[in-house]
């Protein structure tokens, strides 16, 4: 069985970091931020966060924020919760959220709850289960969950029919599962339900897919094994083989992971290949929380410490 | 600078465009033979022989790969600075106004909106997801209040989604245009037919697409039950020619739930059909079954004489849905792939039928099923899923 290329992925993510130039990057530059979401909890999964210049990184993070608290992907685009909660992600990653006007970012988040407790993007008010549980993420990692409505951001999720045995999208299924988790609010899920449901995303090379009949992606590794995680069902699938299949992702020439075997790769299946190996406790990797989606250890730093 | 002009020039010469694609630079000699060949008179103004980066005709517009980089690259910038100087000239207008509480638009600040406008649909067609340049359509459109201007939107994320099939920022656009339309026009029905019907068209060329099926889900909510009715009698046919698409399954049961919602006194009956051997199709039958048994079980009100009736219904539904089961229990040869997955479908099909019914009739279920086999046809068929007949308590 092949094995992780550590050096080779550690060396593609710096190289993305720094080309600028081309049509890819100008065309993915608004959502700069995700990447460095992705790009270094992937470092740091693999042991290389202090590859990277911290102070750059955070002046750049600062640059992003807006007038209303919240951030944006990149310098001169509008804000918005997804970039929000990445820009916070990071700052804990390098254990600097005391640079941040906590307040600040609350407020933009408490403003965008809606009367029926679910969570709009931005001002233009699109919803959508992703950003209940990117609020409930980003307020969790500051401490001040309680600043929303949490019962009806709660009950709105529950709505939603996402859990009902999988009428929904795997990416759905896991921000309504991490954010009933993060509220303590799992005993809602009919868990062997769910995990069934789950558990039939695996196909017979290993990997995972996302809805029946689809093809597996390594993106779903993430989305359904932390999911089943946390429901506490991942003994329902065969881990070995899904480590067999994120690592045939792997350009063991180039560094990067793709979404399946052969295919180009990319920094955003990089980060989820690492994170599920992590989850499937491959060796030589951090461990890292499934809800939260951060390394343990900054988890714990964020809850037990000060 | 001079492409984007010409970009430009040729979007605001031909708003008809429906369609956009990138060409490489190799086929521009190509077409170029084909259009001299075809057409007699070269008086065609849209049309320019020499040009191998921009092509335009019918309607068409194809855009040379080699320049993609620096045109994108261009707009991009223009549409910053458009932005820039569009925000501080909206923030002085609104100050100087202040105290008579409205904005009166000067001419300068008009022409910077129209700049905003063209750089932002040059670059949105380059570059479609980029938020930033949506927001600022939506800010401008939102200022005027005009309907032309709202079914503008939706043709620009129409054309971006002709090639774009699966873009988040042009669907939720387009669902912010129909949330600013609700309740001011009156055509909103025929404009939530429209939209579809765009669906539909797109879901043709791209399969399984969720984005595209999500929006329409997301329109139910703004159709009447007479619309939904017949939205479920047209899907029906679709999902017929399209039995792997789940999508179309998961649409059928958003009308089927907003349907049911829209209940006016009669029961809605549900058509359990034949299906063929898809998963797409056992996958669905879950949900058509959930919908019976809670059917059943919210029609009955304690009385015995009630349940017997209701018991007596469940009963022949499951002799009905084993029957199903009888041709995977004489399958020897698992090597043809269809039998196999038949047998894999219908047996996980019946593990959660079990899961789903109501306790007590749970151990009658367990004794038909002992006899048609189910055990040895999961073991045979997934045996990786064996563990599940253990959570079941079988």
């Known amino acids: 069985m092949a094995e992780l290329a550590v050096d080779k992925h550690v060396k593609y993510i710096l190289a993305v970091e720094k080309n600028k130039d081309s049509f890819e990057s100008v065309v993915m530059d608004h959502l700069r931020m995700n990447g460095a979401y992705w790009g270094l909890t992937a470092l740091d999964l693999l042991g290389k966060l202090d590859s990277v210049n911290v102070d750059e990184v955070i002046s750049w993070i600062l640059k992003c924020q807006h007038e209303s608290g919240g951030f944006s992907g990149n310098i001169g685009h509008d804000p918005h919760i997804l970039y929000t909660l990445s820009a916070v992600q990071v700052l804990a990653l390098f254990n600097k959220l005391d640079v941040l006007d906590i307040d600040k970012v609350a407020t933009y988040i408490t403003g965008l709850q809606n009367e029926d407790g679910s969570f709009s993007g931005d001002m233009w008010g699109e919803v959508d289960t992703r950003f209940s549980y990117i609020a409930i993420c980003c307020l969790s990692i500051l401490c001040c969950l309680g600043k929303i409505n949490v019962e009806k951001a709660v009950s709105y999720i529950l709505s939603c029919k996402n859990l009902d045995g999988g009428f929904g999208c795997t990416p759905g299924v896991f921000c309504c599962v991490g954010a009933l988790a993060l509220t303590g609010s799992l005993h809602y899920v009919d868990k062997d339900l769910l995990g069934w449901w789950l558990c039939e995303r695996q196909v017979k090379s290993g990997g995972l897919n996302g809805r029946p009949e689809k093809l597996p992606d390594v993106c779903y590794s993430w989305w359904v094994l932390s999911s089943l995680i946390m429901i506490d069902r991942v003994h329902w699938i065969d881990k070995e083989k899904l480590v067999k299949f994120i690592l045939d992702c792997q350009d063991v020439e180039n560094g990067g992971i793709s979404d399946r075997p052969d295919d180009a790769v990319d920094v955003y299946h990089t980060y989820f290949g690492v994170a599920g190996l992590s989850l499937l406790n491959y060796p030589g990797l951090k461990a890292i929380d499934p809800a939260y989606a951060l390394p343990v250890d900054v988890v714990n730093r964020i809850f037990f410490s000060g | ?394």
């Open chain 2, 1 to 394: 600078m001079d492409l984007l002009n010409q970009l430009e020039t040729i979007l605001e010469s031909d708003p008809l465009i429906d369609e956009v694609g990138l060409i490489h630079p190799s086929q521009f000699i190509t077409l170029s033979k084909e259009c001299s060949e075809s057409s007699n008179s070269s008086a065609d103004g849209a049309f320019r022989p020499a040009n191998t980066k921009f092509w335009n005709r019918d309607h068409k517009l194809g855009i040379s790969t080699e320049i993609l980089l620096p045109v994108c690259k261009a707009a991009k910038s223009a549409f910053m600075d458009a932005m820039e100087q569009y925000k501080t000239h909206s923030d002085l207008s609104v100050n100087k106004h202040e105290d008579k509480n409205m904005v009166y638009p000067s001419s300068s600040c008009q022409s910077f909106e129209s700049e905003v406008m063209k750089h932002s649909r040059a670059l949105l067609l380059l570059s479609c997801d980029l938020g930033t340049a949506w927001n600022a359509r939506k800010l401008v459109v939102s200022k005027k209040q005009q309907l032309p201007m709202f079914t503008d939107e939706l043709h620009l994320s129409a054309l971006v989604l002709s090639y774009s099939h699966k873009s988040e920022q042009a669907w939720s656009h387009r669902r912010w245009v129909i949330k600013m339309i609700a309740g001011k026009y009156s055509n909103l029905q025929q404009i939530i037919a429209k939209e579809s019907e765009l669906v539909e068209k797109i879901a043709e060329r791209s399969k399984m697409n969720y984005r595209a099926w999500n929006h329409r889900c997301w329109l139910v909510s703004y159709m009447t039950r007479e619309q939904m009715l017949y939205e479920l009698k047209k899907s029906r046919d679709w999902a017929g020619l399209h039995v792997a698409d789940n999508s179309c399954f998961h649409y059928r049961r958003r009308l089927m739930l907003g349907i049911s919602e829209n209940k006016q006194g009669d029961d809605p009956s549900y058509d359990v059909e034949n299906y063929q051997v898809v998963k797409a199709l056992w996958l669905h039958r879950r949900f058509l079954s959930l919908c019976l048994i809670r059917h059943w079980m919210t029609t009955t009100d304690g009385i015995s004489c009630h349940s017997t009736s209701m018991a007596n219904e469940i009963n022949i539904f499951l002799d009905k849905e084993l029957c199903l089961l009888d041709p995977c229990s004489t399958i020897q040869d698992m090597e043809f792939e269809d039998f196999e997955a038949q047998a894999i479908y219908s047996t996980m099909y019946f593990l959660w039928l079990i899961k789903q019914i109501p306790e007590f009739r749970k151990i009658e279920l367990q004794e038909k099923l002992k006899a048609g086999n189910l055990k040895n046809i999961l073991h045979k068929t997934c045996p990786e899923r064996s563990f599940l007949w253990d959570v079941l308590e079988l």
